[in-house]
């Protein structure tokens, strides 16, 4: 299986790339978000789909293989199980995975037998490896992705100079059985009282990762840039998008 091109970070492409694979361009689109300053924030129509985070990845590598291991051994708080999240087995696609992890885990329309809508539909009762093993195989979405890697305002890196990922965060349902600790302190109905959670959706790591209470999914994932990502590194090269309502 060939290497892909990395998609730039451009609200343009990424809308491409969604519409020719399915995406009701009526139901949503991707922009940019400006930058983490509350007056720019503010500047995003809510409520927000999902977003998409392009950050160094060479200084954050160890870091997040750390924090996979530590979840694996102590354990962490459950994804609820409606989450769709593919494991990323090309190289290259890390742009795209994103994409599709955004469009799967929002209420956006897909048009019927479009390219997008028949593989998340194969990909229901599939591992999580085989779904992106399923991505690699497609030749509809592989040529769709080919067809726009080469479109943006840069030109596209060489592999060995690839040193940015994506990851995207989502809102989810709390899985079943959960209670917030507000509810579990009180008489509260826990059932009524039970938050909905941000996930962060990478397929390059062991699994969705919980983030926490999702109050509002814009300023939750600022914070969480700033204080998981921005705070340990050195580097200026973070980009955001927001999936939304078309403006």
Not at 53 to 78: M, S, T, W
């Amino acid at each position: 299986m060939s290497d892909w091109i990395p998609l730039e970070c451009n609200p343009e492409v990424f809308n491409k790339w969604a519409n020719k694979a399915g995406l009701v361009s009526s139901s949503a689109q991707f922009y940019d978000i400006y930058g983490l300053d509350p007056e720019l924030l503010s500047m995003v129509p809510r409520p927000v789909k999902a977003v998409v985070l392009v950050f160094p990845y060479g200084e954050a590598r160890d870091r997040r293989r750390a924090e996979d291991e530590r979840i694996a051994k102590e354990g962490g708080p459950n994804v609820d199980e409606t989450v769709f999240w593919a494991k990323q087995t090309v190289p290259g696609a890390c742009g795209t995975m994103a994409l599709i992890h955004g469009l799967a885990n929002s209420d956006v329309t897909l048009a019927p037998e479009s390219p997008l809508r028949k593989f998340i539909d194969e990909c229901k009762d599939k591992s999580s490896f085989d779904r992106g093993k399923h991505l690699g195989n497609s030749p509809l979405l592989r040529d769709i992705h080919a067809s726009l890697a080469r479109e943006g305002q840069s030109a596209p890196p060489l592999r060995d100079n690839v040193d940015q990922a994506y990851t995207c965060f989502v809102v989810a349902p709390s899985p079943p059985g959960a209670v917030s600790e507000a509810a579990s302190n009180s008489d509260a109905d826990a059932t009524n009282s039970t938050p909905q959670r941000i996930v962060e959706l990478d397929g390059t790591r062991a699994g969705p990762v919980d983030r926490g209470v999702c109050t509002d999914l814009v300023d939750d994932v600022a914070r969480i840039v700033k204080e998981d990502f921005i705070k340990n590194s050195n580097s200026v090269k973070f980009s955001l998008m927001y999936l939304g309502q078309p403006m």
